[in-house]
């Protein structure tokens, strides 16, 4: 991950240079040789770096050599980000400061840079001491590079053909393959779940997802969601499990657990209790990696469907339909004999198969494909090396954005249900999408490339056929945890543990809680993400601090959507002025307090089913950098501040509400006619509707969307 993320910086790095330090901002003297040094130096270790990430698989020191690298990155990083966000944020302080107050100026291309003595220029001082502080740092890792005998690789970018379609791996897995992880066996439930003669033979079917750890509160809500049965008033495992019982008494179900591996008889026993009184005929299919989950379970030897490897055979099958797809015959008949041997390399386990022929529709020569099958990988003594061995050629053979974004996914938990677009926001609000107006392209096509890489699965599509949303398997998620394991960290959070403590230096963090009452964490200041994660539906489940003193300083991404919060402090909120993305969606917040305003960098900003949310804040006009605005669900909005006009920056707005009586604080029809400046690109609903004059109002309203909406 070392190379993405020096590629994350060099962007910042020219933009700094080219469009602040140009200037030469004498207060800050040095600061520009200094950025200049600092990119040099990242270059040059850029170029080591393919070779360094497979060495360190093997080599302890290297690994180490890249630890300290990443440190290092993080840091300047952090570094950077300060220095955009003062002068951000003096170029919006200026517009509002006193005219007698003393400033101190600089020109710049497009306005005038404003500092207020002394606090801005004694800040901007710290920062340019930190920025030297990182360059030595910088500078002692790049010479240390000798001692480990790295060679530059220059790495020929990977070219994709342009094809017509995704392929739908979908179609390659109907075999009843069984084993251990990756040899199908969700694969099977599936197609035996959505077999019509299961369709047409159970009233009831269920589909969970329980991974580890067996969390019975959230698997009992996941069942009642399933059984589309309300649960908002429960607060109890107990509660659930009886609202469970009363909803499938008497009806002939089939419950299908994917992936258990709690072991515990106990747990299981109370689990299973309510599913007693169901009608004659009903079943519960699990799957698992682990022969004893099954014992525990008291299910006769039989009946335990113990799934074998695949023939070489079948494992080519699935191979070539994604290796040869769109090949002509000759390039077929040409890398015939080298793709059988590949195919041999994945040892009967469909996944594995599909993910290196994934990996191989890419590789365009023979050569090319030699090198997969020789790649030293293949002999490496580490067991856990060789297990992800097929995985990691695709990781390996990923561009540094690509790769970069495919390791960010290990932040959510297994099974997580991802969305295209909410995925994309969040690796903007990282910077791996870089400081570019077209980002969201970017994001787009990155998504697309890691899909025909086999990557992710179980996609969703819109009318058009337009992946949307999809899954990532839970070996391709244990893959990103161990390419992470020194960045990312999971916890679970229950009574127990209500306060957790963070230790070494993470940087991106997610809790899944279901203690009733759980205080905010404690993390380091290192932080760039925080996810929170409850299956607990108790109202005041996460207690928010006033204020955090530091901690969450340098934070990016915060969702802690369905939390249980009702009330956000503003100060804790104004001190994340490093934030681009936060996510409140689902919680019951009445209002956002104003201090949401000062977020200068934010860029997404989730409110989507905030079911009591009656205003938004009056100073969004301050969020000059907000390009996404969710609010669909938000019924209780009286209207739209007016300052949501002046946002130029602005392409998602999925949700306008019309005032009564063209209330003078709410965005109006006319402003809204005057918002053809801004990038708007969907509006998904329209509330209000009736507060328009005509029809004819409501047709250039359509317009301005400029796509087809809902009118409530």
């Not at 998620?477 to 993470?506: R, W, Y």
């Amino acid at each position: 991950m070392a190379d993405a993320l020096i590629s994350v910086l060099l962007d910042p790095l020219i933009s700094i240079t080219t469009e602040f330090l140009i200037q030469e901002v004498k207060l800050v003297k040095g600061v520009k040789e200094e950025v200049s040094s600092l990119k040099s130096t990242l270059v040059a270790i850029k170029d080591v770096l393919e070779g360094a990430e497979k060495r360190q698989l093997e080599d302890p020191r290297v690994r180490h050599w890249l630890d300290q690298l990443r440190d290092v990155s993080y840091d300047i990083d952090n570094v950077l980000d300060e220095w955009n966000t003062e002068i951000l944020t003096s170029e919006i302080q200026k517009q509002k400061a006193p005219a007698s107050k003393k400033k101190v100026c600089f020109p710049l291309p497009s306005s005038c840079f404003c500092l207020s003595q002394p606090k801005k220029v004694g800040i901007l001082h710290k920062v340019a001491h930190e920025i030297k502080k990182r360059n030595e740092t910088l500078e002692r890792i790049d010479k240390e590079k000798r001692y480990y005998s790295l060679e530059t690789i220059k790495v020929v970018p990977n070219k994709r053909r342009e094809t017509t379609s995704l392929v739908d791996v979908s179609e390659f897995l109907y075999h009843p393959y069984c084993g251990d992880g990756g040899i199908g066996k969700t694969t099977l439930a599936q197609l035996a779940f959505n077999d019509e003669k299961v369709l047409a033979n159970f009233d009831e079917r269920i589909w969970v997802c329980v991974s580890e750890p067996f969390d019975e509160i959230g698997i009992a809500k996941a069942i009642l969601q399933e059984l589309k049965v309300g649960f908002q008033d429960l607060h109890t495992l107990q509660a659930l499990l009886q609202r469970i019982r009363e909803s499938i008494e008497g009806k002939k179900f089939l419950l299908v657990l994917d992936d258990v591996w709690t072991e515990d008889r106990e747990v299981w026993e109370q689990f299973i209790q309510p599913f007693r009184p169901g009608a004659a005929g009903s079943k519960i299919l699990i799957t698992t990696r682990k022969h004893k989950v099954a014992t525990m379970m008291d299910v006769p030897t039989p009946m335990i469907i113990n799934l074998e490897l695949l023939s070489e055979e079948h494992c080519w099958s699935i191979f070539r339909q994604l290796a040869f797809f769109e090949r002509n015959g000759e390039d077929r008949q040409q890398l015939e004999e080298i793709g059988k041997k590949i195919a041999i390399k994945c040892k009967g386990l469909p996944l594995q198969a599909k993910t290196l022929g994934g990996l191989m529709r890419f590789k365009e020569t023979k050569r090319d494909w030699e090198d997969v099958l020789s790649d030293q990988i293949w002999e490496s003594h580490d067991e856990k090396i060789k297990y992800f061995a097929p995985f990691l050629l695709s990781y390996y053979d990923l561009p540094p954005l690509e790769k970069r974004c495919f390791s960010y996914c290990s932040v959510f938990p297994k099974d997580y249900a991802f969305r295209r677009d909410e995925l994309i926001e969040m690796w903007m609000s990282q910077g791996y999408l870089s400081r570019h107006k077209n980002s969201e392209t970017r994001g787009q096509n990155c998504f697309k490339n890691l899909a025909m890489q086999c990557l992710f699965q179980d996609f969703r599509k819109d009318d058009d056929g337009s992946i949307v949303g999809c899954k990532m398997h839970d070996i391709l998620h244990d893959l990103a945890q161990f390419l992470t394991k020194n960045d990312c960290s999971t916890m679970k959070v229950d009574k127990e543990n209500t306060q957790p403590h963070i230790v070494g230096k993470v940087r991106h963090l997610t809790l899944l809680f279901t203690a009733d009452r759980v205080e905010f964490p404690t993390p380091m200041r290192n932080l760039h993400s925080l996810f929170i994660f409850s299956s607990n539906p108790s109202a005041s489940a996460l207690r928010l601090p006033h204020q955090t003193s530091g901690p969450l300083r340098y934070l990016r991404t915060l969702n802690i959507r369905e939390s249980g919060i009702s009330w956000l402090p503003g100060q804790l909120i104004g001190e994340l002025r490093h934030l681009r993305y936060l996510d409140l969606s689902g919680t019951g917040l009445e209002e956002l307090p104003d201090e949401v305003c000062d977020l200068c960098n934010l860029q997404t900003l989730r409110l989507e089913q905030c079911c009591f949310l009656e205003r938004l804040a009056e100073g969004m006009g301050r969020l000059v950098n907000l390009r996404h605005l969710h609010i669909s669900g938000c019924f209780e909005l009286k209207g739209l501040p007016k300052g949501i006009g002046r946002l130029t920056q602005l392409r998602t707005l999925d949700m306008v509400v019309i005032p009564e009586n063209n209330h003078e604080e709410y965005v109006s029809m006319g402003d809204l006619e005057k918002m053809n400046h801004l990038q708007l690109e969907s509006a998904a609903h329209i509330i209000g509707c009736g507060n328009l004059k005509s029809l004819s109002e409501a047709e250039k309203l359509a317009g301005l969307m400029r796509r087809e909406i809902k009118f409530d």
